[in-house]
C-alpha cells in the first residue's frame, strides 16, 4: 500500500429505517487516495453505509443515523453540519445513470454555478472541459455540448454523471453500483476511468461483480446483514479471507 | 314495457352466463377434452350472444316505431283530406297522442277519435311484433351461441372480438357526435357569413346585435345591411375574453403552481392527506356559486373600495369575474402541477442534492424544467377552462360589449353573448341568432389552435429532453 492515510473513519454507525434496523455497528475506515470496494448480498446495507458518507440518507424522512463518521477528523454526523459544503467535498455516482433534463454543458455546470466556483464563462468553459477529460468523455461530446445529456448512450450518461461529480472537485467520490446498467465495453471504459481517478480522489464503490472489486479495488470491505464482516486488501480478501462467511460468498456459495 | 324487457335481457343473460359456464364444465369432464378457455369465458360468450342481438333490436325499434307510426297514421289522415299541410298533420297527430295518453284537453272530432283507434292498434301491433322479433332472434342467437359451445369453440377469442366491437363502436359514436357538432355549428355559421361579411365580423370594432331587427336574413334591404353590418364586430368580445382569461391566469398560475410545488415538495404527508383534497374542494363547487360569490361579495367590495379611493369602479367589473374565476382554477393548477412534480424521477433530486443543491436549487434548476411541459400543460388546460367559462361571466363581468383594457369598467365575453343572444325567444334565422353560432365557431378554432400550439410547443421540449 502506498499510503496510510485514514481519509473516511466509520465507528459504531447504527442506521435505522423506522422500526428495522440497517446497520449494526459499523467501523469502517477508507483509505485517501484508494479504491475501496464494498461487496455483500443484496440488502446487507452497501448502500445505506455509502449514502451516510454524504448524508443523502437525510433525504428519506425515517432514516435515523447514529454513531460516528470522521472525515479527515472531523464529525459529520452532527444536526448542526453543512450537509451542502460536506456534498461538495464528496461526489457521488448512482446506479442507473441520472443525467439532469439539460444539455450536456449545463450538466456539468450545474454544480460550480451551485458553488459559486467560476467567475465567468471562460472558467465555467475550462471547468467543464476539465471535468469532462477526467471523465474521458470530452472527445465523444466535445461537438455537442448544446445537445441534450439525456440524449447520450447509457455508458456515456454514466460518464457523464461522473464528469459532473468531478466538477465541484470533491476529495471522495461515491459510486452505488455505476455499471450495473452497462454493458461490457461501457464497464470496461468506466473501470479505466476509475483506475485514473483514484490517482486524485479516494472512491468508495459498491458493486455486485466479484470480478470488477477484484480489477478496481485496493481495499474490500463484505457487508452480511448490515454487520461488517471483514476489511482487507482486496488481494487478501479474495486469495486468503479470514472468515468462512466472506469465502462462501465469494465463491458464489451464496448471496 | 322497455324496462321489463331490459330487466329480463339481463336476467336471461345472467342465466345463460352461468349455463354456458356448466356446460363446457360438463362438455370437458364427460369428454375428456382440453378446454380451449377458461369456463369463464364460455360462460361470457353465451351471455354475450344472449344480451347484444336483443339489445341492438331493441335500440333500433325505439328509434324507428314512433316514425313509422306517425307516418302510417298521418297517411291515413291524408286518405280523409288531402288538403292537409305537414303543419296541420303535426298538430292532428300529437292531439291524437295527448288524447292516447290520457291527457287531452280541447275539442273532440271525429277524426281524432279515429286516429286514436287507429294509432291504437298499431300500438298494440307494434308491441306484438316486437315481442315476436325479439324472443326468435333469442331464441336463434342463444342455440347458435350453445352449438358453438357445444364444438368446444374457442371463446376467449370470440369474446376478445366482440369486446373489441363493443370499444369500437363506443369511439365510433363520441367521433360521430363530434363531427356533428362542429358541422352543424359549420352550417349555421355560413347561413350567417352569407349575410354578414365575415371580415366585419372578425375585425368589426362593435358589437351591438340588438341593432339587427331584421328577422329573414334572405330579403335584407340596403339600408337594413348597412346597419347589419356594423353590429356584428366581434373584437369587443375577444378582447374581453382574452382579458378576463389574462386576469384569472395572473390569479391562477402563480397561487396554483406555488400551492402544487409546496405539496409535492415540501408539505409532510400529514399536511398533504388533508390539505389536497380541500383545494380540490375548490373544483367542485358549481360554477354558479362562484358567480353570486364575484357579483354579491367581490363587486361591490371593489366598488366600496374604488369610491374611498375616489376610483370610478363599476359594479360589475372585468377585475372581480377575473379574480373569482382565477380563485375557480386554481385547483386545475395545483392538482395537476402536483401530480406532474411528482412523477419527475427521485433519481433526478438524488443528483442534484448529492452535488451540494439546497432543497430550492433543486427544484427551481431540476425538479421544474423537467416537469415543464406537464406544467404548460395543465396552464393551457386551465387557460381554456377561462375562456369557456360562461356563468362567472354573466353574473360578474356584465354585459356590455365595452373594448377596454380598464379592468374596473364591465365588459363581456364570448361565451356570455351566446348566451344572451339563444335566451328568450328567437327566430332561428334571424342573424342575431346565427350570429351565436359564428361566436361559437371561432371559439371552437381559437381553442383548437392554442391547443396545438400547446402540443407543438410540449412536444418540441420533450423531443428536447428525453
Ligand atoms: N428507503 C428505505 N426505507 C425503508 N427501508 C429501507 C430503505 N432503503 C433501504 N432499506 C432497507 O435497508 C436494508 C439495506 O438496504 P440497502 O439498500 O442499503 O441494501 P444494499 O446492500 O444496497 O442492497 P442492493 O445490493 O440490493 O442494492 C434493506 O433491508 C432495505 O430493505
Ligand atoms: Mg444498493
Not at chain 1, 425515517?62 to 453543512?82: A, M, Q, Y
Not at chain 1, 448490515?226 to 479471507?241: A, L, S
Request: proline share 3%; charged share 20%; aromatic share 10%.
Amino acid at each position: 500500500m502506498k499510503n496510510n492515510k485514514i481519509k473516511i473513519k466509520s465507528s459504531n454507525l447504527n442506521v435505522h429505517y423506522g422500526e428495522k434496523q440497517a446497520l449494526f455497528d459499523v467501523d469502517l475506515d477508507i483509505y485517501d487516495k484508494e479504491v475501496t470496494a464494498l461487496i455483500g448480498p443484496s440488502g446487507c446495507g452497501k448502500s445505506t453505509f455509502i449514502r451516510c458518507i454524504n448524508r443523502m440518507n437525510d433525504v428519506i424522512d425515517i432514516c435515523k443515523v447514529e454513531g460516528s463518521i470522521t472525515i479527515d477528523d472531523e464529525e459529520i454526523i452532527d444536526k448542526n453540519l453543512d450537509v451542502v459544503g460536506l456534498r461538495e467535498k464528496i461526489g457521488m455516482v448512482f446506479q442507473k445513470p441520472n443525467p439532469f433534463p439539460k444539455s450536456i454543458y449545463d450538466n456539468i455546470s450545474y454544480g460550480p454555478t451551485i458553488h459559486g466556483l467560476a467567475e465567468n464563462k471562460t472558467d465555467m468553459d475550462e471547468i467543464v472541459e476539465n471535468s469532462l477529460k477526467k471523465a474521458a468523455l470530452w472527445n465523444e461530446v466535445k461537438d455537442r455540448l448544446n445537445e441534450a445529456g439525456t440524449g447520450l448512450s447509457g455508458g456515456q450518461q454514466q460518464r457523464l454523471c461522473i464528469a459532473r461529480a468531478i466538477s465541484v472537485n470533491p476529495q471522495v467520490i461515491l459510486m452505488d453500483e455505476p455499471c450495473s446498467a452497462l454493458d461490457p465495453i461501457a464497464t470496461a471504459k468506466i473501470e479505466e476511468l476509475i483506475d485514473e481517478l483514484k490517482k486524485s480522489y479516494t472512491i468508495v464503490i459498491v458493486t455486485h461483480s466479484m470480478s470488477q472489486a477484484v480489477r478496481v479495488s485496493q481495499r474490500t470491505g463484505f457487508f452480511h446483514l448490515g454487520k461488517i464482516i471483514e476489511v482487507d486488501t482486496t488481494e487478501k480478501i479474495f486469495k486468503n479471507p479470514g472468515n468462512k462467511m466472506t469465502q462462501d460468498y465469494i465463491t458464489g456459495r451464496f448471496g | 314495457m322497455n324496462i321489463i324487457i331490459l330487466l329480463l335481457v339481463t336476467i336471461f343473460s345472467y342465466l345463460s352466463f352461468l349455463y354456458g359456464r356448466s356446460r363446457i364444465r360438463k362438455i370437458t369432464s364427460t369428454q375428456s377434452i382440453k378446454i380451449n378457455a377458461l369456463p369463464n369465458y364460455y360462460g361470457y360468450y353465451l351471455a354475450l350472444w344472449c344480451a347484444l342481438p336483443a339489445l341492438i333490436i331493441l335500440l333500433f325499434w325505439s328509434i324507428f316505431e314512433p316514425a313509422i307510426i306517425k307516418y302510417l297514421i298521418s297517411q291515413t289522415l291524408i286518405q280523409n283530406d288531402l288538403n292537409y299541410s305537414s303543419e296541420q298533420l303535426n298538430l292532428l297527430y300529437q292531439k291524437i297522442r295527448s288524447l292516447y295518453e290520457g291527457n287531452f284537453s280541447g275539442t273532440l272530432t271525429e277524426e281524432i277519435k279515429i286516429g286514436v283507434k287507429n294509432y291504437e292498434n298499431l300500438q298494440t301491433i307494434a308491441q306484438n311484433s316486437k315481442i315476436v322479433l325479439l324472443l326468435s332472434t333469442f331464441i336463434a342467437a342463444i342455440s347458435y351461441g350453445i352449438f358453438r359451445i357445444s364444438k368446444n369453440n374457442k371463446a376467449r377469442h370470440d369474446v376478445e372480438k366482440i369486446l373489441t366491437g363493443l370499444l369500437f363502436v363506443c369511439s365510433l359514436v363520441a367521433i360521430l357526435t363530434t363531427m356533428g357538432i362542429i358541422f352543424s355549428l359549420l352550417f349555421e355559421s355560413l347561413k350567417f357569413f352569407s349575410a354578414i361579411n365575415i371580415f366585419d365580423f372578425l375585425f368589426g370594432m362593435n358589437w351591438s346585435p340588438q341593432r339587427a331587427f331584421v328577422s329573414d336574413a334572405s330579403a335584407i334591404t340596403a339600408l337594413e345591411y348597412e346597419n347589419l353590418k356594423g353590429a356584428f364586430g366581434s373584437v369587443p368580445l375577444f378582447a374581453g375574453t382574452a382579458f378576463i382569461a389574462l386576469i384569472a391566469m395572473l390569479v391562477a398560475v402563480p397561487i396554483g403552481l406555488f400551492s402544487g410545488i409546496y405539496m409535492a415538495e415540501y408539505a409532510s404527508s400529514k399536511v398533504r392527506k388533508y390539505s389536497k383534497p380541500i383545494i380540490e374542494i375548490l373544483a367542485g363547487i358549481p360554477t354558479v356559486v362562484y358567480g353570486f360569490f364575484a357579483a354579491l361579495t367581490v363587486g361591490p367590495f371593489f366598488r366600496e373600495l374604488g369610491e374611498k379611493l375616489n376610483l370610478e369602479v363599476s359594479s360589475e367589473s372585468a377585475l372581480a369575474a377575473g379574480l373569482v374565476m382565477g380563485v375557480m382554477i386554481i385547483p386545475y393548477v395545483s392538482s395537476l402541477s402536483d401530480d406532474v412534480i411528482n412523477a419527475v424521477p427521485q433519481s433526478l433530486r438524488d443528483g442534484s442534492y448529492a452535488i451540494g443543491a439546497t432543497k430550492s436549487e433543486t427544484i427551481k434548476n431540476v425538479v421544474i424544467p423537467a416537469a415543464l411541459p406537464g406544467i404548460v400543460g395543465s396552464v393551457l388546460l386551465a387557460v381554456s377552462r377561462a375562456i369557456g367559462e360562461t356563468m362567472i361571466v354573466v353574473m360578474a363581468a356584465g354585459l356590455a360589449a365595452n373594448l377596454t383594457i380598464n379592468p374596473l369598467e364591465s365588459t363581456t365575453t364570448i361565451t356570455t353573448q351566446i348566451v344572451m343572444l339563444l335566451i328568450g325567444d328567437q327566430e332561428f334565422d334571424s342573424p342575431k341568432t346565427q350570429s351565436a353560432f359564428a361566436l361559437g365557431l371561432t371559439l371552437f378554432f381559437a381553442t383548437l389552435i392554442l391547443n396545438y400550439i400547446a402540443l407543438r410547443f410540449v412536444k418540441k421540449y420533450r423531443e428536447k429532453y428525453e
